[in-house]
């Protein structure tokens, strides 16, 4: 039985209705989303992939420590990557747990630890402390004077170096002070800040709108799901670094985040993508076959290896 012309006609337009409003939303999306302009963070790129060294260079030197720091730069590691907190004092410090326990000799939380009292600390106790270095039972740093460093101090040392800085800190912030420190040590474009902190990366942004920082976990999500539908261009990012891992767990599910379509589509909205932490030769080499802008890894040295066509 045909369907009566009055009713064929209200199933058609409401077939377009369906096509067409969502089509309208979307453009409406593009139409407001812009594109970032360049950052001064990345103008110094050479079109290589940045060779980021996590915490220094973990799976090489003890985590966060001016020796670690040393070591990247010595190596030729393009950015220093390190966390933050602060003490009781008021000092911020450079180390990425909340409590001392898993890299000294020591325990406690680090905001109940005066900078003096840190000091007293063997930042080289229990190195190495990855599990890809778990067989390992030598303890090579201990005893070596290595102590936690204070932010200021890790500037000092290396004044010229461009930096990744995660705050760690949430309560109290320690935005003002770290803003204030970018500044006198004129970092402010040779610096990205991340956290996984929204409020704190919201609070960072206002307070140092100059410094390139990195989307958090709620800003890259619908970034993601757009991208895997090829609808990116409709996305107005905050903030110039995508810095995600290469899987996440998502509706019970292992979602691949790192990938061509992700990478082109940050590519398209202005933004570098530095994906984390990359540490075996396979990633490796597969992050810089996907062309990513930069690859935070724990063995900068064996990053630069192959990169420099050694393995």
Known sequence: ???????????????????????????????????LPPHAFTREDSGRPL???HQGGDGER?????????????????????????????????????TVDRTTDGSGRIQDFTFADLQTL?????????????????????????TIPSLEQVFEAFPNERYGIEIKQREPSIVTPFCEMLRRFE???RTVVSSFHPETMLEFRAACPEVMSSLVEAEVRPFYFLSLFGMGDAYDSPAHALQVPLTARAFGLTLKI?????????????MVVYPW?????AEMRQMLGYGVDGINTDYPARLLSIMNGGL
């Open 1 to 35: 039985m045909p369907i009566p012309y009055p009713r064929l006609r209200l199933i058609l337009i409401g077939f377009a209705a369906l096509i067409l409003i969502p089509t309208a939303i979307y453009w409406s999306f593009v139409a407001r989303a812009g594109t």
């Open 51 to 53: 060779v980021i060294a």
């Open 62 to 98: 003890p985590s966060n420590t001016l020796m670690a720091f040393s070591y990247a730069v010595e190596l030729g590691a393009d950015v220093l990557d390190l966390d933050i907190h602060s003490t009781s004092d008021g000092v911020l410090v450079v180390i990425h747990d909340d």
């Open 122 to 146: 063997d930042a080289g106790y229990d190195w190495p402390t990855l599990a890809e270095e778990s067989a390992r039972t030598d303890r090579p740093y201990r005893g070596q004077g290595v």
């Open 187 to 189: 970092l402010t474009e």
């Open 258 to 270: 790192v990938r061509p379509s992700l990478i082109e589509a940050a590519h398209d909205k202005g």
């Open 277 to 281: 932490t990359i540490n075996s030769e």
